[in-house]
């Protein structure tokens, strides 16, 4: 049971999650799947006086590549970001707790950030603004304007609870 659903109280559903895009896992491949070509390329087609030392860097690089895969993997496994209809919650971490909650009355504002590259894949950033200090950052999300969209919808069905 995930985090989220372990939080919700009486009456509280959750409305929505957010998802990693694509690329992020590719981006995490990438950094063992390239090293690890350059190795093969180099057992295979690297003249034997420089063999050695260019397979000791492919190896490098490639050690290199699997701390990132995994340091990106693992946190990508350990983040929930859901929308409740109480709430906005991003949870991070597995033995280490840390979470970030704003209520859906104290969400004042939403930015979303897509540079060109994540306009035409659809992925992009947000920052939730709260009443005071509170923000939330939710980097490499897919479909952050649905995101969005689903924080808003999320805020009128909690008004109309509310009233």
């Known amino acids: 049971m995930s985090y989220i659903e372990r939080s919700l109280g009486v009456g509280e559903?959750?409305?929505?999650?957010?998802?990693?895009?694509?690329?992020?896992?590719?981006?995490?491949?990438?950094a063992v799947v390239v090293p690890l070509l350059a190795l093969?390329?180099?057992?295979?087609?690297?003249?034997e006086m420089v063999r050695e030392g260019?397979?000791?860097f492919a190896v490098a690089l490639l050690v290199a590549g699997i701390i990132?895969?995994?340091?990106?993997?693992?946190?990508?496994?350990?983040?929930?970001?859901?929308?409740?209809?109480h709430r906005l919650v991003k949870?991070?971490?597995?033995?280490?707790?840390?979470?970030?909650?704003?209520?859906?009355?104290n969400i004042e504002g939403v930015?979303?950030?897509q540079g060109i590259w994540g306009r035409v894949f659809g992925y992009g950033t947000l920052r939730i603004?709260?009443?005071?200090?509170?923000?939330?950052?939710?980097?490499?999300?897919?479909?952050?304007?649905?995101?969005?969209?689903?924080?808003?919808?999320?805020k009128g069905m909690h008004a109309v609870e509310r009233a």
């Open 111 to 113: 930015r979303v950030n």
């Open 68 to 85: 990132v895969f995994f340091s990106m993997m693992i946190h990508k496994w350990t983040t929930e970001i859901g929308i409740t209809s």
């Open 13 to 30: 559903k959750i409305v929505t999650r957010a998802r990693f895009h694509w690329l992020y896992n590719l981006r995490a491949w990438l």
């Open 40 to 47: 093969a390329a180099t057992m295979l087609y690297a003249d």
């Open 129 to 154: 603004e709260g009443t005071g200090d509170d923000s939330v950052d939710i980097p490499n999300i897919d479909d952050p304007v649905g995101f969005r969209r689903a924080i808003e919808t999320a």
């Open 54 to 56: 260019l397979a000791i």
């Open 91 to 105: 949870k991070t971490g597995f033995i280490a707790l840390k979470t970030a909650e704003v209520a859906l009355p």
